[in-house]
């Protein structure tokens, strides 16, 4: 149980385009969804934390409209980057939880990620 | 804001030998959790310790946790070529997501 699903698992877009990036909970309800991105050989930085039916919480330095997100369903969240440049080339990865607000006790679970490369 | 500090960044050792790898984080935690990440693919989630437990086993791995000096170490007995990858710890306190450290990169030669 507890599957987190990404598509693409990769993408290549041309610089100025739009890339959506989906990330589903295929056996459960994410109350709560965060986006991550990690650049090569670095570590996973959080991008943003989205509750089901209201609007993300931007991490400091991280542009909320160039980074849209949707978190419109219990089992969907998507990541758009828009007017991408070739800096945004990056493997961003989401993570669901079933538990809103309180405790994170319980780990979040992770999808494969995904791979963006802007050309 | 990135809270766990692992080290060593970079660890090479024989295949059969032992990988001990450590995190240290700032503040106080829920919990501590390391999770494995082979070369462009996701993360695969390896143990949690809670803060009030110390010690714990899972298979070849060995996970400690100090509270007192924020701190905690993976060991990995008798290395396999297939545990070469990235490591990271990762905390939550409070209401926070998991905040990762910046890994330790592990290379077991055959």
């Known amino acids: 149980g507890a599957v987190v699903s990404q598509h693409p698992s990769w993408v290549i877009c041309k610089s100025g385009t739009s890339v959506k990036i989906e990330c589903r909970s295929l056996?459960?309800?994410?109350?709560?969804m965060f986006w991550y991105r990690q650049f090569p050989k670095q570590s996973l930085m959080l991008m943003a934390t989205?509750?089901?039916?209201?609007?993300?919480?931007?991490e400091q330095g991280v542009e909320k409209d160039k980074f849209l997100i949707n978190h419109a369903s219990l089992t969907l969240s998507t990541l758009t980057v828009t007017s991408a440049h070739p800096e945004d080339s990056s493997f961003y990865i989401c993570?669901?939880?079933?538990?809103?607000?309180?405790?994170?006790?319980?780990?979040?679970?992770f999808g494969p990620g995904t791979r963006l490369t802007v050309t | 804001s990135q809270q766990g500090e692992e080290d060593p960044q970079a660890l090479s050792i024989q295949e059969g030998e032992n990988a001990t790898m450590n995190c240290s984080y700032k503040?106080?935690?829920?919990?501590l959790q390391w999770y494995r990440q082979n070369s462009g693919r996701g993360l695969v989630h390896l143990i949690l310790?809670?803060?009030?437990?110390r010690e714990k086993h899972s298979g070849r791995l060995r996970v400690t946790l100090d509270t007192s000096k924020k701190s905690s170490s993976l060991l990995i007995t008798a290395s396999r070529a297939a545990d070469t990858a990235s490591y990271f710890c990762?905390?939550?306190?409070?209401?926070?997501?998991?905040?990762f450290g910046k890994g330790t990169r592990l290379s077991v030669i055959a």
């Open positions: 993570s669901a939880s079933d538990r809103g607000g309180g405790s994170w006790i319980s780990e979040q679970y």
């Open positions: 056996d459960f309800q994410a109350t709560t």
């Open positions: 989205s509750n089901e039916g209201s609007k993300a919480t931007y």
């Open positions: 503040t106080s935690i829920n919990n």
């Open positions: 310790i809670r803060s009030n437990e």
């Open positions: 990762a905390t939550t306190s409070g209401n926070t997501p998991l905040v």
